[in-house]
């Protein structure tokens, strides 16, 4: 006679079993349709990650990426294992690599575990709001791909980009525009960026002031908020739907249409992973927002 807890035993047991079939049946599926690259041994999770992994000229040992690395373009062509913040073990595991570079903030935290106790390499790379920590993941990717000759160089080069950005963006406190990051406008209700994030970086490293300082993180924010923060200019991601609402759109509702941004119709939109993703291209994204701020060579 099985009692309950052996039964329970052989169900774990079973359900283990058909576990590890499914992932050697998904890594041969996976391997069939990708060409044959004995090199390819990395899952990147994380844009700027990848980013840095490309720049680095390491493309090819990439197996396998997540859903926010879609840059450069031929990265896309890699099996993509879901969004960062919404990992399964058994979409990671069944990419088969052997090196794991995540960028900090991955998830849910259960994945993770069942991640790390697998046989794979993991490296988590530290998150970045300033030119400093943009230098650290170049660093860290470069040793976890023993690249270290390639990332001195890249840090070389984007240390400089970056000063010369920071340089050119400076401008008198009293000059300074300021700038409200609307992550989203669903159900008509602003959703904004306060201090501590990675919008926030960015409007301050292009030579403005975040209209939003009295909370930290992304949250939704009432009528009367908005116009108190009294933006200049909206910055949005530039994606339609919630994330990109058009002008007349924007500028019609009632939290913004008093506001001075709306009086002038000031808005700027940025592609998301360039503005928010601290890697080799934040320079570009500096330069960018100051020139759409201030005008081109300001």
């Known amino acids: 006679m099985i009692r309950k807890r052996d039964g329970f035993a052989v169900f774990t047991g079973i359900w283990t079993a058909l576990f590890g079939a499914f992932v050697a049946i998904t890594v041969s599926a996976q391997q069939a349709a990708q060409p044959d690259n004995p090199n390819a041994d990395v899952l990147s999770i994380g844009g700027s990650v990848t980013e840095i992994v490309v720049a680095l000229g390491q493309q090819h040992r990439l197996k396998a990426r997540d859903t926010t690395s879609s840059y450069p373009a031929g990265v896309t062509n890699l099996p993509d294992v879901g969004y960062m913040r919404?990992?399964?073990?058994?979409?990671?595991?069944?990419?088969?690599?052997?090196?794991?570079?995540?960028?900090?903030?991955?998830?849910?935290?259960?994945?993770?575990?069942?991640?790390?106790?697998?046989?794979?390499?993991?490296?988590?790379?530290?998150?970045?709001?300033?030119?400093?920590?943009?230098?650290?993941?170049?660093?860290?990717?470069?040793?976890?791909?023993?690249?270290?000759?390639?990332?001195?160089?890249?840090?070389?080069?984007?240390?400089?980009?970056l000063a010369k950005a920071l340089a050119d963006a400076d401008r008198p406190e009293a000059d300074k525009k300021r700038v409200l990051f609307v992550l989203s406008t669903q159900g008509g209700k602003i959703n904004a960026s306060g201090t501590g994030t990675a919008a926030d970086a960015l409007i301050r490293m292009a030579g403005g002031v975040n209209a939003i300082s009295d909370f930290k993180g992304y949250k939704q924010i009432t009528d009367e908020a908005v116009g108190m923060?009294?933006?200049?200019?909206?910055?949005?991601?530039?994606?339609?739907?919630?994330?990109?609402?058009?002008?007349?759109?924007?500028?019609?509702?009632?939290?913004?249409?008093?506001?001075?941004?709306?009086?002038?119709?000031?808005?700027?939109?940025?592609?998301?992973?360039?503005?928010?993703?601290?890697?080799?291209?934040?320079?570009?994204?500096?330069?960018?927002?100051n020139d759409a701020l201030y005008g081109q060579g300001a």
Request: glycine share 10%.
């Open 86 to 161: 919404a990992l399964s073990p058994e979409g990671v595991l069944s990419v088969g690599p052997s090196l794991i570079l995540s960028e900090e903030g991955a998830g849910p935290p259960e994945a993770l575990d069942v991640i790390r106790a697998a046989d794979i390499g993991f490296v988590e790379v530290p998150g970045a709001l300033t030119a400093e920590g943009i230098l650290r993941k170049i660093a860290i990717i470069g040793e976890a791909l023993d690249a270290q000759d390639q990332a001195e160089t890249l840090s070389a080069e984007v240390e400089a980009d």
């Open 229 to 289: 923060a009294a933006p200049d200019v909206i910055l949005m991601m530039d994606r339609g739907g919630d994330h990109g609402a058009g002008d007349d759109e924007l500028f019609a509702m009632p939290a913004v249409r008093l506001t001075p941004a709306a009086q002038t119709r000031s808005s700027v939109r940025m592609d998301g992973l360039l503005m928010l993703g601290f890697g080799p291209r934040t320079a570009q994204a500096i330069q960018m927002l």
